[in-house]
């Protein structure tokens, strides 16, 4: 598929869905599991190796949306849909998180661009 400027209703319909989805899972599978890890290790020292495992969990929004939306913007929205979605449901990071999201993920999201 190209990438297009033209957004069909399937489309957006599956970006929301992608982004609710997985501001869920971050919301109440990765961080709580990331939170009872980082405790259980934090005294071994190793608490930023548990950070970097968990990372890739908290970037799936993105490359889900641009495999299967090849639209112009479609990780762009679907992780900042996510973000919001766990923001709404009482993140840890609260407020903080659609903007922590954005900035740091900017360059990422290059990578995810359709061809």
């Known amino acids: 598929m190209t990438r297009s400027g033209h957004w069909h209703i ?10 609710i ?3 869920v899972v971050y919301q109440y599978g990765v961080n709580s599991l ?16 548990v950070d970097n495992v968990f990372a890739g ?3 799936i929004a993105a490359p889900l949306s641009i495999y299967f939306v090849p639209a112009i913007g ?6 900042t849909l996510a973000a919001l979605v766990e923001m ?3 993140g840890q990071w609260g407020g903080v998180n659609p903007c922590l999201w954005h900035c740091s993920r900017c360059r990422k999201r290059v990578w995810f661009l359709p061809q």
């Open 10 to 19: 399937q489309q957006i319909i599956l970006v929301t869905l992608i982004g």
């Open 74 to 79: 479609s990780a762009t929205i679907g992780e």
């Open 21 to 23: 989805v997985c501001g």
């Open 34 to 49: 990331y939170n009872v890890c980082k405790v259980l290790v934090g005294p071994t020292g190793l608490s930023p190796f």
């Open 88 to 90: 709404f449901l009482g």
């Open 57 to 59: 969990l908290w970037f």
